[in-house]
């Protein structure tokens, strides 16, 4: 097992952060945190609540500036500064606080999330010209994909945030997916899911992986940290504690001691 942030299993590592440092006022929320993601592989960011988890996806996501340290995707460092920069180099995320759009079908929502990639003009689209109908074909197709691939194809005409909070889950990590991402981040995907729904969400992600997604996401449900992912980092206090597969952290003492609530 190793403690830093550098793992031999696989190819080079997609997604890097190197001594990422942020601080609010006199507080370090994340120091010196290094942490790699191998390519297509689930990584999870476990700790407890404090530990810095959704300050680093925000430093690494360009949500918030990092006051140190460096970011790199396929070895090149990132400096982009902000989600949509972040989405166009191939890094999406997700929130934990869903956020649909308001009386949006499902549909709608995946094509929603597509237009900020429109290259046909105002002018293409009031006269509807063939590159904007062509565009839009190739959008509402890559829609319906998304939805045959979460299992949405029932709840495709649905307002979305009037739907079960399983279908808004998924219908969110389809937004996601309407922008092609490289690297998947989810926060907390299984907050306030059932067992029932939680295992669903495990089979979403093991779907993704299998057509060559690589997802990193912070979750604190145990069960789906220890049956869907391939390697787990442990955060506390900011800083980076372990880093192993999920075997290993499960019987780490110093996880048991800081995470799971008993002595080391």
Not at 42 to 47: E, R, T
Not at 146 to 161: K, M, P
Not at 174 to 189: F, G, T
Request: glycine share 8%; with cysteine.
């Amino acid at each position: 097992m190793s403690t830093s942030g550098t793992t031999s299993i696989g190819e080079p590592p997609i997604l890097e952060c190197v001594n990422v440092t942020k601080s609010f006022g006199g507080v370090r929320a994340v120091k010196e945190m290094s942490l790699t993601v191998p390519v297509n592989l689930i990584v999870a960011l476990i700790g407890p609540n404090g530990a810095g988890k959704t300050t680093l996806f925000n430093c690494l996501t360009g949500l918030q500036a990092r006051d140190a340290g460096e970011v790199r995707f396929r070895g090149r460092p990132v400096s982009a500064r902000s989600l949509q920069e972040m989405a166009r180099l191939g890094i999406v995320r997700t929130f934990q606080n869903i956020r649909m759009f308001p009386g949006m079908t499902v549909y709608e929502s995946i094509l929603a999330a597509q237009t900020p990639r429109l290259r046909s003009s105002a002018v293409d689209s009031v006269f509807a010209l063939p590159r904007h109908r062509q565009e839009w074909r190739a959008m509402s197709e890559k829609a319906d994909r998304i939805i045959a691939t979460l299992g949405l194809a029932r709840y495709r005409n649905s307002i979305a945030d009037a739907l079960p909070l399983l279908m808004q889950r998924k219908t969110e990590i389809a937004r996601a997916l309407a922008a092609d991402p490289e690297v998947l981040l989810l926060d907390e995907p299984t907050a306030g899911a059932t067992v029932s729904e939680a295992e669903e969400l495990i089979g979403v992600m093991r779907e993704l992986k299998q057509r060559g997604l690589t997802i990193l996401l912070i979750e604190h449900n145990m069960h789906v940290v220890m049956k869907v992912c391939d390697l787990v980092n442990v955060m506390n206090f900011g800083s980076l504690l372990v880093t192993g597969t999920p075997d290993e952290v499960r019987s780490d003492d110093r996880v048991r001691s800081v995470y799971l609530g008993t002595r080391a």
